[in-house]
């Protein structure tokens, strides 16, 4: 209802800066009227963004120090803390938690990586990363790892991690409790099915209208806000079809 053409464009692999900024200098060249982009490192695209003589808005990552005109997200740090504070009911103290990092780089995903293990680690317990080298490498990376440290627990830190984290773990014959961040039609099924113990959710669709409408605004020069805040919920199995959590897993369907 914003009468905008969007084309939607992926990295060949996550995680490419190098590539995400030359598709940003491309797309800009070659006649966008704005940018919505989920960064894979804030400090390599830091440039980039500055020198855009289109808006920028991104989700997730904030950039606004770096000239970006809007910014989409949860708070990072306060869902990294709730990741860390639901895993430990979970996982009993002095045991071993493994951290997914598909992000390490500087984003906002790696801010809620790190607010976790302040928390985990606050609480003694032991904290591991498991950073795949590429999306592929992800369900056999995170075997070894938690059969390394014999994990209690997992924390995914988002949607596409905790999908992996869920098919690998539901494969392994005494798999570690899962918790994790996203929404989708899998995440739901593996938390009905009891896979994922927790997870903490947001309304995708309406984080991506909200990014797309900042981006029209800020093409047209409109007042309107530069940074949008979403709320999240954790929701477990049990609460999962209650009405304000069914909006958050089925955004659309429901």
């Not at 959710?201 to 530069?226: D, K, Q, S, W």
Request: charged share 25%; hydrophobic share 45%.
């Amino acid at each position: 209802d914003m009468d905008v053409e969007l084309r939607l464009l992926n990295l060949s692999a996550d995680g490419q800066a190098d590539e995400q900024r030359e598709i940003l200098e491309r797309e800009v060249e070659n006649g966008a009227d704005g940018v919505l982009l989920i960064p894979a490192d804030r400090d390599a695209l830091a440039s980039a963004v500055k020198e855009a003589s289109v808006p920028v808005v991104t989700m997730e990552t904030d950039m606004a120090a770096d000239g970006a005109a809007g910014y989409v997200s949860v708070d990072n740090t306060a869902l990294g803390e709730a990741l860390g504070t639901m895993t430990l009911n979970g996982a009993p103290e002095g045991s071993a938690v493994i951290l997914v990092n598909t992000a390490p780089e500087a984003t906002g995903i790696s801010d809620r990586v790190e607010a976790a293990a302040r928390v985990l680690e606050g609480a003694q317990r032991r904290v591991y990363i498991c950073r795949p080298g590429q999306e592929g490498e992800l369900e056999e990376a995170l075997e070894a790892t938690v059969e390394k440290w014999s994990a209690s627990a997992v924390v995914a830190f988002d949607t596409s991690a905790l999908e992996h984290a869920a098919r690998t773990l539901a494969q392994m014959e005494e798999a570690p409790l899962l918790y994790g961040a996203g929404s989708s039609a899998a995440i739901a099924a593996y938390l009905e099915q009891g896979t994922i113990t927790a997870v903490a959710a947001r309304n995708e669709f309406a984080a991506g209208y909200l990014a797309v409408e900042m981006l029209v605004n800020a093409i047209n020069g409109t007042a309107g806000p530069r940074a949008q805040l979403l709320e999240f919920s954790v929701v477990r199995k049990e609460t999962m079809y209650e009405p304000e959590h069914e909006k958050l897993l089925f955004p659309v369907t429901r």
